[in-house]
Structures are given as structure tokens and as C-alpha cells.
């Protein structure tokens, strides 16, 4: 976790914010089936495409700055490489990574 910025974990954060959204809604679906209100059913059918929607275009834009990505990953990783001897925060980092790959 010491080599991730912030704008790398950022899109998994929203996808689960919006798998627990979805698992609210289906729980909401769920009690609009049991009672058959067709108004609640709706809704459920609505808000279960705004979420496929969102989805999609975080997928889209994940795939997109897919190289972003890989470049932001790669720089922050050679930063903390530069600093391996520098600081003990990079060398455990660094130390534990390679005890982890090595296994």
C-alpha cells in the first residue's frame, strides 16, 4: 500500500460504492417483488440502470487511462526505489515486496 497515490485507488473505491449501492437496490427489488408494487418494481428497474450505466463509463474510463494508470504505477515506483536508501518507510516497503515475490 505505501506505493499507491491516491488517484490509483480511487476507481476501485467507487466500484464498491456502487456494488453496495447495487446490493441495496436488489434488497429494495427484493421487498418490491414480495409485496408485487408495481411502482417499487419500477423503480428498481430504474435504478438499476442508472447503475449498469455508471458502470459502463467507469469501465470505459478505466480502459481508457488504462496507461495513465501504468505510468502513474510506474513512477510512483521508481520514486520509492530512488529512496531506498534513504528512507526505512521505502526499504521495509521494498524489502517486504521482494520477500512476498521471492515465496
Known amino acids: 500500500s505505501h506505493f499507491l497515490e491516491g488517484k490509483i485507488v480511487i476507481p476501485p473505491l467507487i466500484l464498491?460504492?456502487?456494488g453496495f449501492f447495487v446490493f441495496?437496490?436488489?434488497s429494495l427489488g427484493c421487498c418490491g417483488a414480495i409485496?408485487?408494487?408495481y411502482f417499487m418494481l419500477l423503480a428498481f428497474g430504474a435504478f438499476l440502470l442508472i447503475i449498469f450505466l455508471t458502470q459502463l463509463v467507469i469501465g470505459v474510463t478505466a480502459a481508457?487511462?488504462?496507461d495513465d494508470f501504468a505510468n502513474a504505477m510506474r513512477l510512483s515506483l521508481r520514486k520509492?526505489?530512488?529512496n531506498y536508501t534513504y528512507t526505512d518507510v521505502d526499504r521495509q516497503a521494498w524489502d517486504s515486496t521482494q520477500r512476498y515475490v521471492s515465496d
Do not use: D, P, Q
Open 35 to 37: 409485496k408485487e408494487n
Open 80 to 82: 520509492s526505489l530512488g
Open 24 to 26: 441495496f437496490i436488489a
Open 64 to 66: 481508457v487511462a488504462k
Open 16 to 18: 464498491l460504492v456502487v
